[in-house]
């Protein structure tokens, strides 16, 4: 049986969260590079597919798309405002010393924040805010395709399936980006998904079974698998909507999101990490502040882009954990106070707030 703490989360699921943290602001930290390209190919996916192992579906559709608005899009909404004040003051010094191009003014970032689509370019005060909104539309096009399909999984599957191939469609025909994300929330869909049926089919349970020795081969296999698959597979990016070859971004992605699920199940309990996996949302919203401002010190700076790799990888793993530690501090103070601006809410009688949905 899958281990779950007191507050009803699974430990796993907290481990994965974390690890795959870890890759997405290491991934922020180092914008470039074969390490780089590595992360990209599977850490959004493994975030929709743990999004989706984590999601309960309950009789009123509407009840859960406001439950959701609170818990992802207030976040969302109140960090990237925020965020665009600090970008319209230190943005353009960030944008110098990064040789970034990008609007700083104030209505830019407005229309960029109500727009919801990272494919603007108008979402630069906070690119990773994007991953909210497109999360929110995931789980309602989930919502939609569960009432519909009523319990029949083939039915379920095949709707999924569609709905990619519409997002797929829709970019190949160079259309305008959709607000929040649509066609990048249509192609990343069987991810949520797969993670949904995961956790409800008992498939998490069996695998969480086996020996711990074969977990960790099983991942090991799986990431080395990817890494060297992604190493020669043309680059993903999820803001910029560019998926090169599907067969590959979707076979990348399911090995690293596997293998980082296998991974988290074989490491057994470590409260730390789970801990880290609790504050995922924190993080999110928060870390590009640390991460600019190290960037642009030129001791880092230098550091993070020599021509040395194994140099340049400690340096963007330093700054990576740091960055995650100031955040997880910040967070636990305003959970304390607002604890809504971290997509928890308070019960209305006894227990612990709700956790956050990243």
Same mark, same amino acid.
């Given at each position: 049986?899958?281990r779950?703490q007191?507050t009803?989360?699974?430990?796993w699921i907290?481990i994965?969260?974390?690890?795959t943290?870890?890759?997405v602001?290491?991934?922020?930290v180092?914008?470039?590079?074969?390490?780089?390209k590595?992360v990209?190919s599977f850490?959004?996916?493994?975030?929709f597919l743990?999004a989706?192992?984590t999601c309960?579906?309950g009789?009123?559709?509407?009840?859960?798309?406001?439950?959701d608005?609170i818990?992802i899009l207030l976040?969302?909404?109140?960090w990237?405002?925020i965020?665009i004040l600090?970008?319209s003051?230190?943005?353009?010094v960030?944008?110098?010393?990064?040789?970034?191009e990008?609007d700083?003014s104030i209505g830019?970032?407005?229309y960029g924040?109500v727009?919801?689509?990272?494919?603007?370019q108008?979402?630069k005060?906070?690119l990773p805010?994007?991953?909210l909104?497109?999360?929110?539309?995931?789980k309602a096009?989930f919502y939609?395709?569960?009432?519909v399909?009523h319990?029949?999984?083939?039915l379920l599957?095949l709707?999924?399936?569609?709905?990619?191939a519409?997002?797929?469609?829709?970019?190949?025909f160079q259309l305008p980006?959709l607000?929040?994300?649509?066609e990048i929330s249509?192609?990343?869909?069987?991810?949520f998904?797969?993670?949904?049926?995961l956790?409800?089919?008992g498939l998490?349970n069996?695998?969480?079974?086996?020996? +711990?020795?074969?977990?960790?081969?099983?991942?090991?296999?799986l990431?080395?698998?990817?890494?060297?698959?992604?190493?020669f597979a043309?680059?993903?990016n999820?803001?910029s909507?560019?998926?090169?070859?599907?067969?590959?971004?979707?076979?990348c992605?399911?090995g690293?999101s596997?293998?980082i699920?296998l991974?988290a199940m074989?490491?057994?309990?470590l409260s730390?990490l789970?801990?880290?996996?609790?504050q995922?949302?924190?993080?999110?919203?928060?870390h590009k502040?640390p991460?600019?401002l190290?960037?642009v010190?030129p001791?880092?700076?230098?550091?993070?882009?020599?021509?040395?790799?194994?140099?340049?990888f400690?340096?963007?793993m330093?700054v990576?954990?740091?960055s995650?530690?100031?955040?997880?501090?910040?967070g +636990?103070?305003?959970?304390?106070?607002?604890?809504?601006l971290l997509?928890?809410i308070r019960?209305s009688?006894?227990?612990?707030?709700?956790?956050?949905?990243?």
């Amino acid at each position: 049986m899958e281990r779950r703490q007191q507050t009803g989360r699974i430990a796993w699921i907290d481990i994965a969260k974390a690890l795959t943290m870890l890759l997405v602001v290491f991934g922020h930290v180092m914008r470039q590079g074969l390490a780089w390209k590595i992360v990209y190919s599977f850490h959004v996916p493994a975030f929709f597919l743990l999004a989706g192992a984590t999601c309960r579906v309950g009789s009123g559709m509407g009840k859960q798309i406001r439950r959701d608005a609170i818990t992802i899009l207030l976040p969302y909404f109140f960090w990237g405002l925020i965020s665009i004040l600090a970008f319209s003051v230190v943005g353009p010094v960030a944008m110098r010393s990064l040789s970034v191009e990008a609007d700083a003014s104030i209505g830019g970032g407005l229309y960029g924040l109500v727009y919801a689509s990272p494919r603007t370019q108008h979402m630069k005060f906070n690119l990773p805010l994007w991953f909210l909104p497109s999360l929110f539309v995931t789980k309602a096009l989930f919502y939609g395709l569960h009432a519909v399909c009523h319990r029949r999984r083939g039915l379920l599957l095949l709707g999924t399936g569609l709905t990619a191939a519409l997002g797929f469609a829709y970019t190949y025909f160079q259309l305008p980006p959709l607000p929040y994300a649509l066609e990048i929330s249509c192609k990343l869909l069987p991810f949520f998904v797969l993670g949904y049926l995961l956790t409800h089919s008992g498939l998490a349970n069996r695998l969480q079974i086996l020996p +711990r020795g074969t977990k960790i081969f099983g991942s090991a296999l799986l990431l080395a698998g990817t890494c060297a698959i992604a190493a020669f597979a043309p680059k993903i990016n999820y803001t910029s909507d560019t998926f090169p070859n599907i067969g590959l971004f979707y076979l990348c992605a399911l090995g690293g999101s596997v293998g980082i699920l296998l991974l988290a199940m074989g490491l057994g309990k470590l409260s730390w990490l789970e801990f880290v996996g609790r504050q995922t949302l924190a993080i999110l919203v928060m870390h590009k502040f640390p991460v600019v401002l190290f960037q642009v010190l030129p001791p880092v700076k230098r550091l993070l882009q020599s021509e040395n790799a194994l140099s340049s990888f400690l340096a963007g793993m330093g700054v990576t954990v740091l960055s995650m530690g100031l955040c997880i501090l910040a967070g +636990r103070i305003i959970q304390r106070f607002f604890p809504m601006l971290l997509g928890r809410i308070r019960p209305s009688s006894g227990g612990s707030s709700a956790s956050n949905p990243v």
